[in-house]
């Protein structure tokens, strides 16, 4: 048995990858594969609506938010959100919270002007800002919900009544309620808690669209692929197609809500675990502990090799921390059970038992 912990791409229900392996050899009885199907005809336009159709209702999405499957990654995100939102001489608002969120600084700042609102740089990225004050005449204000790897998470929104909302929320969307409606744009790449790598989900108030400047070009020009209903070109089909399935499983499952649920266990009892073992450190401040990657290193780093070792003899794997971090990052998304949670916690007891 393997207990599959990776930061992205990560786990998926056993469920979804069963119905997409069958679909690569025969969509929907067709005798076809769903590789081998025109993203035109019927059978794959069916599965691009209900994936549009099932983000909002499973988000509650007004009527008039546009639902989008793009490629490019959510580092695409980075430089499409300020090609098409900010103009050149115009300042865009940005909390500096991690890796992710300075690259989408850096990205925006190839557009306009930057302003950082807020940032942890000095505190090493342990913590979320607590307070956010942007200018009223910023053109919108950027946020990153989850930084992936340091493991911090937006626990209270700073919703904006004056300017836009965007945010990064690749690697928690879909794991707990928000008030998806107060952001004006929201973008994911998809192999987190969405679906396969190669698609990236986008959700837009389209009011925000159109006031900059610049010329843009088609393939950028979010107007064009809302107007083109996600099909401006060729889609990632069997990737749209795991984000579908993924969709259905969770609408199943009980919605955001029962992942809310079951993400708030999963991390409790982690969190609690790690917290009572002397061996450990939880480096993220508590008001900002990330419910989707739990972050942890060992008093003595020499045990670190040790435990390593320990883990992946019981079947856990990709827990190793990222490369500018250290330590350890268990990465609890949806798709995870509680029992593969309650194995780590077992596993990581044992191991106090015997080094302790
Ligand atoms: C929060 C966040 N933003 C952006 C990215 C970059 O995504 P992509 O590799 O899809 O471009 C990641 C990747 O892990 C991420 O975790």
């Known amino acids: 048995m393997v207990y599959n912990f990776n930061a992205g ?26 590789l081998e199907v025109g993203h035109r005809e019927a059978p794959f336009v ?10 909002k209702s499973i988000m509650k999405l007004e009527a008039k938010r546009e639902v989008l499957f793009l490629q490019g990654g959510a580092t695409m995100q980075f430089m499409q959100v300020p090609m098409n939102l900010l103009g050149e001489n115009k300042v865009a608002a940005y909390t500096d919270t991690g890796t992710w969120s300075s690259k989408a600084i850096k990205e925006a700042a190839v557009f306009g002007h930057v302003d950082i609102v807020a940032s942890e740089k ?28 340091a493991g911090t998470q937006w626990q209270t929104i700073p919703y904006q009544t004056k300017i836009p909302l965007v945010a990064d929320m690749s690697s928690d969307v879909f794991s707990r309620q928000l008030d998806f409606n107060r952001f004006d744009l929201i973008y994911a790449g998809a192999q987190k808690n969405t679906g396969a790598a190669g698609v990236t989900m986008v959700v837009i108030n389209p009011d925000v669209l159109g006031k900059v400047e610049r010329k843009i070009p088609s393939i950028l020009d979010y107007r064009l692929h809302i107007k083109e209903g996600s099909m401006l070109n060729t889609p990632p089909v069997f990737a749209v197609y795991v984000v579908l399935l993924n969709l259905r499983w969770l609408q199943q499952e009980g919605g955001i809500d029962a992942m809310e649920q079951r993400n708030q266990q999963k991390s409790d009892l982690l969190y609690r675990t790690l917290e009572s073992i002397p061996l450990f450190k939880l480096p993220v401040a508590k008001h900002s502990r990330s419910k989707m990657n739990v972050v942890f290193t060992m008093n003595d780093v020499n045990l670190e090799t040790l435990f390593a070792k320990f883990c992946k003899e019981a079947g856990i794997v990709g827990i190793k921390g990222h490369r500018s971090v250290g330590g350890f990052r268990a990465s609890l998304y949806n798709a995870l059970p509680l029992s593969h949670v309650e194995v780590l916690v077992n596993v990581i007891r044992d191991f106090a038992q015997k080094h302790g």
């Open 9 to 34: 791409p990560g786990i998926l229900p056993p469920s979804v990858l069963e119905q997409a392996s069958k679909a690569v050899l025969d969509f929907n009885d067709s005798g076809l594969s769903l």
């Open 46 to 55: 069916a599965v691009m609506e209900e994936a549009r159709a099932l983000v």
């Open 122 to 149: 000095e505190n090493g990225y342990t913590a979320m800002p607590l307070s956010v004050q942007c200018s009223e005449t910023s053109s919108y204000l950027h946020i990153t919900t989850n930084e992936t790897i």
